[in-house]
């Protein structure tokens, strides 16, 4: 969802659709973070009228902010967003993450964009939103912040304006 647009990609409950879909595992950190493996070349292939879900996030146990003092996206992550931006392509993005990483200067350019934070064995429930099988609901418990000169979390201070307030999201 982006916080301008307030636009949200839905399908149309009952209206039948055609789905072809290709899976392209393409960024995958080593343990230590500096180089990507098991890129998968066909991504370089992406065209204008595709619609792609980008998987971004963090590993588990960075969820605090010692453990990454920039909680910016990767430069992997960066890097495949880019081929999709520069291709033309719708993006939706799934991000993974134990807390809000700066994604300002990517979310206007997404169709969609879903938290769904650690979900450990919970990826089905992911699918279920993404096909609509399922209402995609919840608030957040805190706000999610612009950049990281918002950090820790300063909800209260003057002219605070965060990427996202405390309790935005969605019900039904």
């Known amino acids: 969802m982006s916080s301008r647009q307030g636009e949200m990609l839905a399908f149309e409950r009952a209206k039948p659709f055609h789905l072809r879909h290709k899976y392209f595992k393409c960024n995958i950190l080593s343990l230590n973070n500096k180089e990507m493996i098991n890129y ?9 009228g595709q619609t792609v879900v980008a998987v971004i996030g963090e590993y588990p146990y960075a969820e605090g902010y010692g453990d990454n003092p920039t909680i910016s996206l990767n430069p992997f992550d ?3 967003l880019q081929k999709c931006y ?3 392509s719708k993006v939706i ?5 134990g807390r809000p990483l700066i994604i300002s200067e990517h979310i206007d ?17 992911i699918a279920d939103v993404i096909f609509g099988d399922h209402e ?33 999201g969605l019900s039904y």
Do not use: C, H
């Not at 993005?93 to 993450?97: A, H, K, N, R």
């Not at 350019?109 to 429930?125: H, I, N, T, V, Y």
């Not at 950049?147 to 405390?166: A, H, T």
């Open 40 to 48: 998968d070349p066909r991504a370089d292939n992406l065209s204008k």
């Open 78 to 80: 960066k890097a495949v």
């Open 86 to 88: 520069e291709a033309g």
């Open 93 to 97: 993005v799934i991000m993974l993450s």
């Open 109 to 125: 350019k997404w169709s969609g964009f879903l938290a769904a934070w650690l979900p450990g064995m919970a990826g089905e429930g």
């Open 136 to 168: 995609p609901t919840g608030k957040l418990s805190y706000s999610w912040p612009k950049d990281i000169s918002q950090l820790p979390l300063n909800v209260g201070d003057p002219d605070y304006e965060p990427l996202f307030p405390f309790g935005y």
